[in-house]
């Protein structure tokens, strides 16, 4: 079992960061890929950031180039850095670990970003 708690939400004016981060509880989160998604109002959930414990990191077209996600296994947690924010990044945005057939999601954040 696993248990991930998303936090960092906030409203953010465009061009600016937000950091958020993710605690994983109860297991060994280096066992895991962790990915990044997040769905805006009335839109399904898309990835944002998939982190493989051991390859690169790969990030969907929209958000190359500004938001960076990073794990850190020994503390138990991934993050998000997001800058430049652009309003259609809003959206509450969760932190999905998989392992095998094992597959455990957060409640989310929610990211505004609006002037």
Known sequence: QLQLVESGGDLVQPGGSLRLSCAASGSLLSLYTVTWYRQAPGK???LVADIPNRATTTYADSVKGRFTASRDNAKKMVYLQMD???????GVYYCRAVYGPFEFWGQGTQVTVSS
């Not at 430049?84 to 809003?90: A, C, H, I, S, V």
């Open 44 to 46: 399904e959930r898309e």
């Open 84 to 90: 430049r924010l652009k309003p259609e990044d809003t």
